[in-house]
């Protein structure tokens, strides 16, 4: 199965949850809010951070700049936090930025318009059986499921599908170590969410 593990915010928890995960060979990755320096009380990646991340041979996606609400939020707000957070992260990273992923997970037919004119690869969240597990929703986003310790038995569903896109916020690494032993019995190979978009498009 193909499998990408993806991470939102961009907490500097995660730079461990990088390292940690290069060492056992699984590529993820990092949706990052650009335009603060903490989130929720807790410090943001930096710069050099995002840098050190990308060398790992993970993926860097926008999060946008401040982590809007992408339903009551107006068009031309989404479009700059969209535009302005791949420019910054373009900048940072001398390189193109393809992914993005909605702050908070719900969002509406306009601004999915305006996220996947700007981005190739646009992902949304969804919570597990009622939606069948489905890869893409109504605006041809990818959707995410939010694998955790309480709900783990799910892996036995995902393991019917032949691919998976699982999200998390911060999970400490003994948690996320017991899911992916877990996540063996699906025969993972572990992707960047854009490697794994280009074979399912």
């Known amino acids: 199965m193909n499998v990408a593990i993806t991470f939102d915010d961009g907490y500097k928890e995660?730079?461990?949850?990088?390292?940690?995960?290069?060492?056992?060979?699984?590529?993820?990755?990092?949706?990052?809010?650009?335009?603060?320096?903490?989130?929720?009380?807790?410090?943001?990646?930096?710069?050099?951070?995002?840098?050190?991340?990308?060398?790992?041979?993970?993926?860097?996606?926008s999060h946008t700049m401040t982590h809007i609400d992408m339903v009551n939020t107006d068009a031309?707000?989404?479009?700059?936090?969209?535009?302005?957070?791949?420019?910054?992260?373009?900048?940072?990273?001398?390189?193109?930025?393809?992914?993005?992923?909605?702050?908070?997970?719900?969002h509406t037919a306009v601004a999915a318009q305006i996220a996947r004119e700007?981005?190739?690869?646009?992902?949304?969240?969804?919570?597990?059986?009622?939606?069948?597990y489905r890869i893409f929703d109504e605006h041809c986003c990818v959707l995410a499921y939010n694998l955790r310790l309480s709900n783990i038995y799910e892996i036995f569903r995902l393991k019917k599908l032949d691919t998976s896109i699982l999200?998390?916020?911060?999970?400490?690494?003994?948690?996320l170590d017991i899911i992916l032993q877990a996540l063996r019995v699906?025969?993972?190979?572990?992707l960047t969410l854009t490697e794994l978009y280009d074979k399912i498009k």
Do not use: C
């Not at 936090?81 to 719900?106: C, H, Q, W």
């Not at 699906?186 to 572990?190: A, D, E």
């Open 14 to 61: 995660q730079l461990s949850i990088a390292k940690w995960l290069a060492s056992r060979g699984i590529k993820a990755t990092f949706f990052v809010i650009v335009g603060l320096r903490e989130y929720m009380g807790r410090a943001l990646l930096t710069p050099s951070d995002l840098r050190y991340i990308r060398s790992l041979g993970h993926e860097i996606g």
């Open 76 to 106: 031309e707000l989404i479009r700059r936090e969209l535009v302005e957070s791949k420019r910054m992260l373009e900048d940072m990273l001398n390189e193109s930025i393809t992914s993005f992923a909605y702050p908070f997970g719900p």
């Open 118 to 132: 700007i981005y190739k690869v646009v992902r949304g969240t969804y919570i597990g059986p009622a939606t069948g």
């Open 167 to 175: 999200y998390f916020h911060l999970p400490n690494l003994a948690k």
């Open 186 to 190: 699906l025969r993972p190979r572990y």
